[in-house]
């Protein structure tokens, strides 16, 4: 229930259906509902170390190691870059939304030489440029590539896989950076078979929990290079935490209550069953777009290949704002859709379908779309989108 400004709450839920902060289940906020603990007692590592375990297991990483830091997806990728890389050292990365731009950004400003390859929102990870231009690379000047699995602004996930073979093909040893904040836990992800270098995630989305937690995971090829790398670095440093983690224990004071809430999700998660929380993803994702098709609509990403199963950005037709539609359904239904970020915005809304969800939420959120768009005189037939999606759900299990 949102509570803005002086506003009385309103009755019934917020519907929140954008890409992140996601639902939090009950269990989780209970398990969260705890004093806070010494993480400084003798026995603090008995919870700790299992934690760090059934992380890998999310990110399908047997060699690699993680890092919990109280921060947040950001912070997750300033901590791959700084603790790997030197000072003008020159990376590889491509910009098809507003974070894949983000991320290349920090890389700008952080002083690295970076060659950001820019390519058509609606499109992801360029994987023959990137061959191309990694074989071209005789002298290995290229430290780092990154690529962003599933970039939420425009509901388009990469192929990582892919972009290993890139690198292989072109017999190139550059590390492979992955943003996976809005897909680890919620569409497959394979550190160790793709040879991830650092994959970076956060509390807030397919973890299920509130802001708060930059969750990484770190190959054994990352920690050697960590071990010469020379940007400055001291909150997001690896050797710190190495140091403590090794024994159950954090170099500062960690965000107890929130790792309390990722045991929860992560016994949720083990639960039904990693494979099973993908193929939910993308049943709900179908409905979605069986719903936006029946509307006469695109979605944002440009071919099925790129489609996401964790958010939908939806074109409006020419001649309408989406921002009207966003600004509608929240005012009226209560329903949180996502906005359009920078270069898209005013034309398209986002439906996030991430996180703890089912079919009956996602019924909210798509009927709660087509009364928002009839409103504001988007020409859709009033339960044409509800049906498909319906068809959809009784048709598939
Ligand atoms: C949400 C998101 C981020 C940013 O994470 P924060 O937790 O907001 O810092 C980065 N990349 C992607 C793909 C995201 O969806």
Same mark, same amino acid.
């Given at each position: 229930?949102?509570?803005?400004?002086?506003?009385?709450?309103?009755?019934?839920?917020?519907? !929140?259906?954008?890409?992140?902060?996601?639902?939090?289940?009950?269990?989780?906020?209970?398990?969260?509902?705890?004093?806070?603990?010494?993480?400084?007692?003798?026995?603090?590592?008995?919870?700790?170390?299992?934690?760090?375990?059934?992380?890998?297991?999310?990110?399908?990483?047997?060699?690699?190691?993680?890092?919990?830091?109280?921060?947040?997806?950001?912070?997750?990728?300033?901590?791959?870059?700084?603790?790997?890389?030197?000072? @003008?050292?020159?990376?590889?990365?491509?910009?098809?939304?507003?974070?894949?731009?983000?991320?290349?950004?920090?890389?700008?400003?952080?002083?690295?030489?970076?060659?950001?390859?820019?390519?058509?929102?609606?499109?992801?990870?360029?994987?023959?440029?990137?061959?191309?231009?990694?074989?071209?690379?005789?002298?290995?000047?290229?430290?780092?590539?990154?690529?962003?699995?599933?970039?939420?602004?425009?509901?388009?996930?990469?192929?990582?896989? @892919?972009?290993?073979?890139?690198?292989?093909?072109?017999?190139?040893?550059?590390?492979?950076?992955?943003?996976?904040?809005?897909?680890?836990?919620?569409?497959?992800?394979?550190?160790?078979?793709?040879?991830?270098?650092?994959?970076?995630?956060?509390?807030?989305?397919?973890?299920?929990?509130?802001?708060? !937690?930059?969750?990484?995971?770190?190959?054994?090829?990352?920690?050697?290079?960590?071990?010469?790398?020379?940007?400055?670095?001291?909150?997001?440093?690896?050797?710190?935490?190495?140091?403590?983690?090794?024994? @159950?224990?954090?170099?500062?004071?960690?965000?107890?209550?929130?790792?309390?809430?990722?045991?929860?999700? !992560?016994?949720?998660?083990?639960?039904?069953?990693?494979?099973?929380?993908?193929?939910?993803?993308?049943? !709900?994702?179908?409905?979605?777009?069986?719903?936006?098709?029946?509307?006469?609509?695109?979605?944002?990403?440009?071919?099925?290949?790129?489609?996401?199963?964790?958010?939908?950005?939806?074109?409006?037709?020419?001649?309408?704002?989406?921002?009207?539609?966003?600004?509608?359904?929240?005012?009226?239904?209560?329903?949180?859709?996502?906005?359009?970020?920078?270069?898209?915005?005013?034309?398209?809304?986002?439906?996030?379908?991430?996180?703890?969800?089912?079919?009956?939420?996602?019924?909210?959120?798509?009927?709660?779309?087509?009364?928002?768009?009839?409103?504001?005189?988007?020409?859709?037939?009033?339960?044409?989108?509800?049906?498909?999606?319906?068809?959809?759900?009784?048709?598939?299990?």
């Amino acid at each position: 229930m949102t509570h803005a400004s002086n506003q009385p709450m309103k009755p019934g839920y917020n519907g !929140l259906f954008i890409p992140g902060p996601t639902n939090i289940p009950p269990q989780i906020r209970q398990a969260m509902e705890i004093p806070l603990e010494d993480m400084r007692a003798p026995d603090f590592h008995e919870f700790t170390m299992p934690l760090f375990e059934d992380v890998k297991k999310v990110f399908k990483s047997e060699r690699g190691r993680v890092f919990i830091f109280p921060a947040s997806g950001t912070g997750g990728w300033e901590s791959a870059l700084t603790n790997t890389l030197s000072p @003008g050292d020159k990376i590889l990365c491509s910009r098809f939304g507003q974070f894949s731009h983000l991320w290349a950004d920090m890389c700008h400003r952080l002083g690295f030489e970076v060659e950001v390859l820019d390519v058509e929102w609606g499109k992801g990870v360029p994987l023959e440029d990137y061959e191309r231009i990694l074989s071209a690379d005789k002298g290995h000047t290229i430290k780092a590539v990154l690529a962003c699995q599933n970039e939420t602004a425009t509901g388009v996930t990469s192929d990582i896989g @892919g972009v290993r073979k890139a690198l292989d093909a072109a017999g190139h040893p550059a590390l492979l950076f992955v943003d996976g904040v809005s897909s680890v836990g919620s569409i497959d992800f394979r550190m160790d078979e793709w040879g991830v270098d650092v994959a970076v995630s956060g509390s807030q989305k397919g973890f299920m929990l509130p802001t708060g !937690l930059g969750i990484i995971c770190v190959s054994e090829k990352a920690l050697e290079a960590h071990k010469t790398a020379q940007m400055g670095r001291c909150f997001l440093s690896w050797e710190d935490m190495i140091k403590t983690n090794d024994t @159950g224990y954090f170099p500062y004071t960690p965000a107890t209550t929130l790792l309390r809430g990722l045991r929860c999700a !992560l016994d949720m998660i083990e639960q039904e069953g990693l494979e099973n929380v993908f193929a939910r993803h993308h049943r !709900l994702a179908g409905g979605v777009r069986a719903a936006v098709h029946a509307w006469g609509m695109n979605l944002c990403a440009k071919e099925e290949k790129w489609w996401s199963d964790t958010v939908s950005a939806i074109v409006v037709p020419e001649g309408h704002d989406a921002a009207q539609v966003i600004k509608r359904a929240y005012e009226k239904y209560n329903l949180s859709l996502g906005t359009g970020l920078t270069k898209v915005a005013g034309k398209v809304f986002r439906i996030g379908h991430l996180g703890w969800l089912n079919e009956i939420m996602l019924m909210q959120a798509i009927g709660g779309a087509e009364m928002a768009m009839k409103d504001v005189g988007i020409p859709i037939e009033l339960g044409s989108g509800v049906a498909a999606a319906q068809a959809h759900y009784c048709e598939t299990a």
